[in-house]
């Protein structure tokens, strides 16, 4: 489809109307597409250019081709100044699909929120410097997905920003369910993050609907201040999270080079899913809850970064953190086992009484391996890795068989009291080896609680508690473990790691 043919069509679906203001329609037999390419110098690791190719047809950007590029103001007439509502060429287009739809740097204001309908081969482009210099916003005071697709295939929004500062009530989302490619590339949510009851909605829902679908989610920033408040159960007012993916996910999710912090419940909670969900090269600072949900086979975290530091906490937000975390192992009622942990770095200081651990097992999740991370937690009360029964699940059923976990070349260092560094509980085979453990205050290295056959080899242990306690498990196996080393030594193994 030409340009010209969908701008024809458009004005059949909207009204006249729909093309006001309209500039430098195509003449007949001209199909050269010409847009205004982005001038960003920063580009998220592994993002595409922000270019646009002047062709017959469009060549893929993020794997979707679109048979028409438009200029939303030039050609379709939106309002770049916040105005007039864009609401009704925003539609046409979610009809017609097929299409993708430039945005010159500006303000938008949409007024309704568009059916869970499906949309193929859709999407939006910012073609400002940076995703602020586009920006969406609404009515103050509501919440309204920008997006609400349900099917389809090929959906993509970058380089735009979602503003909803100018109120402290409801938020701005986008749904983005598709069989295959959805993609979000440099999008940043900006403003205040209110409760349910002030108007708070998921600001995204990535879900790959087919087995064989993707879904990429790449350089997110949500940054904001937030309410923070007891969970939604207790009282009935939960905050809403930054991404949510629900049980319909069943491809692959793959969220990468984004920052999100200050979020009053789960920064990402996609733990109750039969689909894979892999996190690479993401920050996370200060969500209460936890930063991130996750579990099972298809799972994996790799070369991110956890904080958690309540005098740190966003000056303008509201409450106090009540139980952040880094990660929440966990599959809920799928009782699923697998997954893994690796290169992440967990940083907690200053935490709630109720902020357990900085990764926390749920029995709810089988085997899965934790490797090459690094924990330095200086808060009292705070394990580096608490590890349930799956006998005895807390947040869903008991996990499928196997349940061995696999701890290796980790390093944790710290100085706090409390329960032990590392927590094992219920776990048969499981194994503990390489890296080291070194605490400047009374604290336990590692309890073992009915796993029977671990192994625990290899290790730097450095604290002024037990290094390793076996309750009730039979068959351990304990090798070459260097215990209360001298602290020259022990703490040149582990420096060595930690600058990595």
């Not at 995204?204 to 997110?220: C, H, R, W, Y």
Request: net charge negative; glycine share 10%.
């Amino acid at each position: 489809m030409k340009r010209r043919d969908f701008l024809t069509t458009s004005v059949a679906l909207t009204g006249a109307g729909f093309l006001a203001g309209c500039s430098s329609l195509l003449p007949d037999g001209d199909n050269d597409i010409k847009q205004t390419p982005s001038t960003r110098t920063e580009e998220p690791q592994a993002s595409e250019a922000t270019t646009l190719e002047s062709s017959d047809s469009l060549s893929p950007r993020h794997g979707i081709v679109f048979e028409t590029v438009v200029d939303a103001v030039g050609d379709l007439g939106m309002d770049p100044n916040g105005k007039q509502p864009i609401d009704d060429q925003l539609l046409a287009s979610f009809n017609q699909g097929n299409v993708l739809i430039t945005f010159p740097p500006g303000k938008y204001r949409f007024e309704t929120q568009p059916p869970a309908e499906p949309v193929t081969n859709w999407g939006v482009l910012g073609l400002g410097k940076k995703p602020t210099d586009v920006r969406f916003v609404t009515t103050p005071g509501q919440s309204r997905r920008f997006v609400n697709s349900d099917g389809g295939s090929g959906q993509l929004v970058e380089n735009v920003a979602f503003d909803y500062s100018q109120s402290q009530k409801g938020s701005l989302g986008l749904v983005m369910r598709a069989n295959d490619k959805v993609h979000v590339q440099d999008v940043e949510f900006i403003g205040f993050n209110p409760v349910v009851g002030d108007g708070a909605i998921d600001n995204l829902v990535p879900m790959a609907l087919d087995p064989d679908g993707t879904a990429v989610v790449d350089g997110l920033v949500r940054t904001g201040p937030t309410d923070i408040v007891s969970h939604g159960h207790l009282d009935n007012n939960a905050n809403a999270g930054c991404i949510w993916l629900g049980q319909r996910h069943v491809g692959d999710l793959h969220i990468r080079n984004s920052h999100i912090s200050n979020t009053g419940t789960n920064a990402i909670y996609a733990s109750r899913t039969r689909g894979g969900v892999r996190i690479s090269n993401c920050r996370f600072e200060n969500n209460n809850q936890t930063s991130l949900r996750i579990g099972g086979e298809g799972s994996l975290v790799e070369n991110s970064q956890f904080i958690i530091d309540a005098e740190m906490l966003h000056p303008d937000s509201r409450g106090s953190l009540i139980n952040p975390h880094g990660i929440i192992w966990e599959t809920g009622r799928l009782g699923m086992s697998g997954g893994r942990i690796e290169n992440c770095d967990f940083t907690i200081k200053n935490t709630p009484e109720r902020t357990k651990a900085a990764v926390w097992a749920d029995g709810s999740a089988g085997a899965f391996e934790v490797t090459d991370c690094q924990f330095e937690i200086d808060a009292n009360g705070v394990q580096a890795l608490r590890i349930d029964d799956p006998r005895d699940p807390r947040l869903g059923v008991t996990a499928e068989r196997p349940w061995n976990v696999t701890i290796r070349n980790i390093v944790a260092k710290g100085s706090s009291y409390g329960e032990p560094i590392i927590e094992l509980k219920g776990r048969p085979g499981s194994l503990i080896e390489g890296g080291c453990i070194l605490w400047s205050q009374f604290r336990d290295a590692i309890l073992v609680i009915d796993s029977n056959d671990t192994t625990i080899r290899d290790l730097n242990i450095g604290v002024q508690g037990d290094a390793i306690q076996v309750t009730r498990s039979e068959n351990m196996t304990i090798r070459n473990p260097r215990i209360n080393v001298q602290e020259r030594t022990s703490t040149a193994n582990c420096s060595e790691r930690m600058s990595r």
